[in-house]
């Protein structure tokens, strides 16, 4: 069974620092999602990936196949960047998501 | 954004009457899934479709069953409802395929009293 965990559960930062967020998952997948939901809102998808890195304005994905880690990085963080984001291991057998619990984000101007 | 629709968006309905969730796709996918998104538990799979009536279960299926008539519509059905299964409940399609992103509805907020 694929197990998916993020590190950390909650993170403060003020306004303009780097963030890293990181997530490790148990077996070989597909592709490694990230996905932000804002508080009472829906889920987006941030990143797909399944090798390398991705960047996307001032964020930045990051997977390492071998060691199953990958990293989400937000650079020059803002308070509109406050958010729970979550990563998902995507599997081949039909799709199905496996997900962290989420790291809550706090950015405070 | 990927045409998601889920209906309705917020419910409130009593102990042990049957309610049914809706999601609607414009995107002509082949997989779609419900999942429910608890405090402390994050997302899990209830059932999940790959293809016009073909559904399967998924982690947390019990209570629920789900049907799927068309490509466009995914249906889920609480038979009877239990204060357990209040949750937020989203929609999604993706699929097997390395490159396939996965995109949610926007979630129905059920509570059961």
């Known amino acids: 069974k694929n197990e998916v965990e993020q590190s950390p559960q909650n993170l403060t930062a003020q306004e303009g620092e780097f963030i890293t967020i990181n997530c490790s998952y148990s077996v070989g997948i597909s592709a490694l999602h990230w996905l932000q939901q804002h508080p009472g809102g829906g889920i987006v998808s941030l990143f797909m990936l399944s090798s390398g890195k991705k960047k996307h304005g001032r964020l930045i994905a990051t997977i390492n196949i071998q060691e199953k880690h990958s990293s989400l990085h937000i650079t020059a963080s803002h308070p509109r960047d406050s958010a729970v984001y979550i990563c998902?291991?995507?599997?081949?057998?039909?799709?199905?998501?496996?997900f962290g619990q989420g790291t809550i984000l706090t950015v405070h101007p | 954004d990927a045409g998601i629709t889920q209906s309705p968006r917020h419910k409130v309905t009593e102990t042990g009457t049957p309610v049914t969730l809706r999601c609607h796709q414009t995107e002509n996918h082949r997989y779609m899934y419900w999942y429910r998104q608890d405090p402390g538990h994050g997302l899990r799979l209830i059932h999940y479709?790959?293809?016009?009536?073909?559904?399967d279960k998924g982690e947390v299926s019990d209570g629920y069953s789900v049907s799927r008539s068309k490509t466009e519509d995914f249906l889920l059905t609480l038979e009877s409802a239990t204060s357990s299964q209040t949750s937020v409940y989203f929609c999604?399609?993706?699929?097997?395929?390395?490159?396939?992103?996965?995109?949610f509805g926007q979630g129905t907020r059920l509570t059961v009293v």
């Open positions: 998902a291991s995507g599997g081949t057998s039909y799709g199905k998501l496996t």
């Open positions: 479709s790959y293809g016009v009536k073909d559904t």
């Open positions: 999604a399609i993706g699929g097997p395929n390395q490159n396939t992103e996965a995109f």
